[in-house]
């Protein structure tokens, strides 16, 4: 069973900075674990992907929030960042943590992001 446990976010001004957190542990499994990502969603619109990093340190990142956010992790700590500059008011929104999971389908391994936490909201305010 994989935990995720969001904070950080908060309410700041257009312009300022915010850095999420999410500590992720396992229990009573064995630990298959891939990529991980941040998630958002606005009120009103589904949830999207901000940013995702591999276990090899690879990042990807949503067009709307390139240059301006980075994701990183610490695998001692098992800890998941996301720290956010130059932020926008479109930026508001609750922030997920997700765990990616290997599974396989088809003969092959997949990437699926099956394991979430409960959220942490970022408000960006004019």
């Known amino acids: 069973q994989v935990q995720l446990v969001e904070s950080g976010g908060g309410s700041v001004q257009a312009g300022g900075s915010l850095k999420l957190s999410c500590v992720r542990s396992?229990?009573?499994?064995?630990?298959?674990?891939?990529?991980m990502a941040w998630h958002r969603q606005a009120p009103g619109k589904e949830r999207e992907v901000v940013s995702s990093?591999?276990?090899?340190?690879?990042?990807r990142y949503s067009d709307v929030v390139k240059g301006r956010f980075t994701i990183s992790q610490d695998n001692q700590k098992n800890t998941l960042y996301l720290q956010m500059n130059s932020l926008k008011t479109e930026d508001t929104a609750v922030y997920y943590c997700?765990?990616?999971?290997?599974?396989?389908?088809?003969?092959?391994?997949?990437?699926?992001?099956?394991?979430w936490g409960h959220g942490t909201q970022v408000t960006v305010s004019s």
């Open positions: 997700a765990s990616g999971s290997l599974v396989v389908v088809a003969g092959h391994l997949e990437c699926h992001y099956k394991d």
């Open positions: 396992v229990t009573g499994s064995t630990d298959n674990r891939c990529d």
């Open positions: 990093i591999s276990i090899d340190g690879t990042t």
